[in-house]
């Protein structure tokens, strides 16, 4: 649900079958290369982007504020392909960097090379899109809201929540980053229902753009 530029080289790669009738295979997952100190993703935007900004429009949850540890673990996990159900798709597999963050074709590919019914939205400053509604459709009220569909969903990435937060739990580069966005291992507990995947990719979306 925010971007361009840099984005870290996160070793889960965002691969993607596109327009191919071949059945889709996983590529070796990887453990993500991330750097010793989280980036800032809070930077000061220029003065043109600002200007085009609606007075008091910021879609950034009043409880989940951007954080820079936040923003990391929801860029993993925005390009991390465990997240759909054969391990070939991720997020950012339909809201491609060299696509301005959406896909170039009228429907995309799911994890096992069915199409969705649209194209995907473009993922860009979403922060600050003015109606706050998300999807063609508006049928998610807030960015939070949003966030599990595509996951769940049959064609997009096959995944349910409980499948979810075992991936999440069993994958060892995300205890230190939820520890890091959380402020504590206790709080981490909280994110078995899913909510804390849901508010990590929550602040992927929200940061401004590179």
Do not use: K
Not at 120 to 137: H, I, T
């Amino acid at each position: 649900m925010a971007l361009v530029a840099a984005v870290l080289a996160a070793g889960c790669t965002d691969d993607g079958a596109h327009g191919d009738d071949a059945e889709p295979q996983p590529l070796p997952l990887r453990t993500p290369i991330l750097p010793a100190t989280p980036p800032s993703y809070d930077p000061v935007l220029p003065a043109h982007v600002q200007a085009s900004i609606g007075p008091g429009v910021d879609n950034t949850p009043v409880d989940n504020p951007i954080t820079d540890a936040g923003a990391l673990l929801g860029r993993v996990l925005f390009h991390d392909r465990l997240l759909s159900a054969n391990q070939t798709t991720s997020c950012a597999s339909c809201h491609r960097l060299d696509a301005g963050v959406a896909d170039d074709v009228a429907a995309s590919s799911g994890f096992d090379g069915g199409l969705t019914a649209r194209a995907s939205m473009p993922a860009v400053e979403v922060r600050f899109y003015a109606r706050g509604r998300m999807f063609w459709d508006e049928r998610a009220a807030t960015l939070e809201e949003q966030v599990l569909l595509p996951i769940q969903n049959e064609v997009e990435m096959g995944l349910t929540v409980p499948e979810l937060v075992a991936r999440v739990a069993g994958a060892a580069y995300y205890a230190p980053l939820f520890d890091a966005a959380s402020g504590s291992r206790g709080d981490r507990r909280r994110h078995r229902d899913g909510a804390g995947p849901v508010r990590a990719i929550d602040q992927r979306v929200v940061e401004p753009l590179g």
